[in-house]
C-alpha cells in the first residue's frame, strides 16, 4: 500500500495585514520587511476566528477536491502549535464539526515542521493497514501569540490552514518516503514562554506569551538542516537531484528558499514561493502552497513533487510525493 494524496484545499483569513499596515504598528518599512523576509501581506484571523474555523473549512475544500464525502475519511489528524484550547485537540473538534462520530483523531505538534511530520504519520498507518483514507490538516494562527511591538517577529507571521485527503492505493504513487529530525538542545531558538505547565498563563506576565524567536541562529541552522533533509532523502529514494519536478519548501523566509535551492543547484523555476502573500503560516505553509501549485497546474500526474520544512523545537524534515 502506499498513500496518495487525492485531494488538497485551503483557507486564509478574509483580514489582510499590508506591510503599509505594520509601519503604523512598528518602527519598521515596506523596503525593509520585503528585503529581508520576501513578505509584502499576511492573513490574520479575526478575534472570533479560531485554528479549528480555518481547519475544517480547509478539510472541506479538500474533501470536495478529492470527491469524497465526510464520512469515508477514517482519521483525523491536525498539525498545529495554536490548537484552539490546552484540551480537547483541534483535530477532535474538527471531526465532530464534519460529524464522523468513533473516528479516531488527535493534534501532533512539530509547529512549522507539523505537516511533515503528519503525512510521514499519515503514511506510516495507511502502510501498516490501520486505515485506508485519511484527513490531514496544517493549520496556525500564530498572530494571536505575536507581539505587535517586536518588528523582527510581527512582520513575518500569518495565519491560514491547509488540508490534504490521503488515501491508500496499489499505484505507484503517493509519498515514496520521508526524513524526520530533531533537536530540542536548541528549543529557545523559537517558543512561547508562558502558557503551559513550566509557565501557566494564571500567573504569567502577558509579554511572555508571546513567541520569541533568535531569527540569526535559526537562519544558519535551518539552511543546513533542510539541506541535510533533502540529500538524505533522495539519497534513500535512489532520486538524483534532477528527477525532482517541483520543490515546495516551508514558506519562512525567501532567504532561506534562496540559500536552499542555491545548495541545492534548483532553479527558481523549480521552487513553489507564496510567501509574499501569506508570510510564515507555520504548519499550513506546505499545504497552502501545495494546494495553490495543484490549481495552478504547476504539478502533474507522474511528477516527483518535493517537500521540505524547518520549525521549532527544533524540527526539520521533507517528503518527496510521486504525484
Known amino acids: 500500500m502506499q498513500a496518495a494524496i487525492i485531494g488538497t484545499g485551503a483557507c486564509v483569513p478574509d483580514q489582510v495585514l499590508t506591510n503599509k499596515a505594520l509601519e503604523e504598528l512598528v518602527d519598521t518599512s515596506d523596503e525593509w520587511i520585503v528585503s ?3 513578505i509584502r ?35 483525523v489528524l491536525v498539525a498545529t502549535a495554536t490548537p484552539d ?27 512549522c515542521t507539523g505537516f511533515i511530520y503528519g503525512l510521514s504519520t499519515a503514511d506510516a498507518f495507511i502502510r501498516s493497514g490501520a486505515y485506508r483514507t ?25 495565519d491560514g490552514a491547509g488540508a490534504i485527503v490521503v488515501r491508500a492505493t496499489h499505484e505507484k504513487k503517493g509519498v ?16 512561547v514562554p508562558a502558557g503551559g505547565s513550566r509557565t501557566p498563563s494564571s500567573v504569567a506576565d502577558k509579554t511572555n506569551c508571546y513567541l520569541r524567536m533568535k531569527g540569526h541562529d535559526t537562519f544558519k541552522v535551518a539552511v543546513r538542516g533542510l539541506e541535510q533533509a533533502i ?18 519548501p516551508h514558506q519562512a ?14 532553479p527558481p523555476e523549480k521552487v513553489f514561493v507564496n510567501i509574499e502573500r501569506y508570510g510564515n503560516t507555520s504548519a499550513a505553509s506546505i499545504p497552502i502552497a501545495l494546494d495553490e501549485a495543484v490549481r495552478a497546474g504547476k504539478i502533474k500526474s507522474g511528477d516527483n513533487v518535493l517537500l521540505a520544512a524547518f520549525g521549532s523545537g527544533l524540527t526539520w524534515g521533507a517528503s518527496l510525493i510521486r504525484w
Open 36 to 38: 529581508r523576509t520576501g
Open 41 to 75: 501581506e499576511r492573513r490574520r484571523a479575526g478575534h472570533d476566528e479560531a485554528s479549528s474555523d480555518l481547519a475544517y473549512s480547509a478539510a472541506r475544500h479538500a474533501l470536495k477536491d478529492a470527491g469524497i464525502r465526510a464520512d469515508e475519511v477514517d482519521l
Open 85 to 111: 484550547m490546552l484540551l480537547p485537540s483541534t483535530a477532535c473538534i474538527v471531526q465532530g464539526r464534519l460529524g464522523l462520530k468513533h473516528v479516531p483523531a488527535f493534534d501532533l505538534s512539530a509547529v
Open 134 to 158: 485519511i484527513l490531514l490538516i496544517g493549520v496556525d494562527t500564530l498572530t494571536k501569540f505575536t507581539d505587535y511591538n517586536d518588528r523582527t517577529t510581527c512582520v513575518i507571521f500569518g
Open 176 to 191: 515514496v518516503g520521508s526524513t524526520l529530525y530533531a533537536d530540542g538542545s536548541k528549543w529557545d531558538y523559537i517558543y
Open 231 to 248: 540529500v538524505d532523502l533522495l539519497e534513500r529514494c535512489h532520486l538524483s537531484p534532477d528527477e525532482v519536478d517541483i520543490v515546495i
Open 253 to 266: 523566509n525567501v532567504r532561506i528558499i534562496e540559500a536552499l535551492t542555491r545548495k541545492l543547484g534548483y
